[in-house]
């Protein structure tokens, strides 16, 4: 689908919102949408988005699907978000809502391909990898063997092995 192709190369999604506790900026399921409105009308598709309720296993997640038509031709992205009913200080229908809005932003952006390989869902850890970043590096400290150091950091998230402080410290120790 031609029309595709030109929204792909037209989109511009900027990440105009701001998380101040995590000191980042993001783009949500609404901006995506709003910079999409001109282009689709411009184009003359349609996009349409669906949300399935599923589980696997006992944990509940929403699917959503992004569909854009043009002239009786589709292409579909579904994209996934867990449920947590439980997450603190929200109630049940801001749960559901809140993991909706995220696979729907997923979708949208696997559709349209949107760069999030800078995004805070890809880079930001809150926090929770800062004392796992310093376990590393102790650890990579007192190791001796490169192909030992090579095997183990296999192991680590992400976040970590990628951290500059961890990939300076590899470096410098072998």
């Not at 579909?76 to 932003?105: C, W």
């Not at 400290?141 to 296999?154: L, Y």
């Given at each position: ?13 900027p990440?105009n ?12 399921a ?9 282009i ?53 229908a ?14 949208l952006?696997?559709?349209?391909l ?9 880079t ?18 007192g190791?001796?063997s ?5 095997e ?23």
């Amino acid at each position: 689908m031609k029309q595709l192709i030109a929204i792909q190369s037209e989109l511009k999604a900027p990440k105009n919102q701001f998380n101040s506790f995590g000191k980042y900026h993001y783009r949500n399921a609404e901006d995506i949408l709003e910079a999409l409105k001109p282009i689709l009308k411009k184009q003359g598709c349609t996009l349409t988005i669906s949300d399935e309720i599923k589980t696997a296993g006992d944990i509940m997640y929403v699917q959503s699907t992004a569909t854009l038509s043009h002239e009786g031709e589709s292409v579909s992205v579904t994209a996934q978000a867990g449920i947590d009913p439980n997450r603190k200080g929200m109630d049940i229908a801001q749960a559901f809502g809140a993991s909706a809005s995220y696979a729907r932003k997923y979708a949208l952006g696997g559709l349209f391909l949107l760069d999030d390989s800078k995004d805070p869902d890809a880079t930001n850890t809150h926090g929770k990898d800062s004392s796992s970043l310093q376990d590393a590096l102790n650890k990579l400290s007192g190791m001796s063997s490169k192909a030992e150091a090579i095997e183990w950091a296999k192991t680590l998230p992400d976040s970590v092995k990628t951290h500059d402080s961890f990939r300076q410290a590899f470096s410098k120790k072998f």
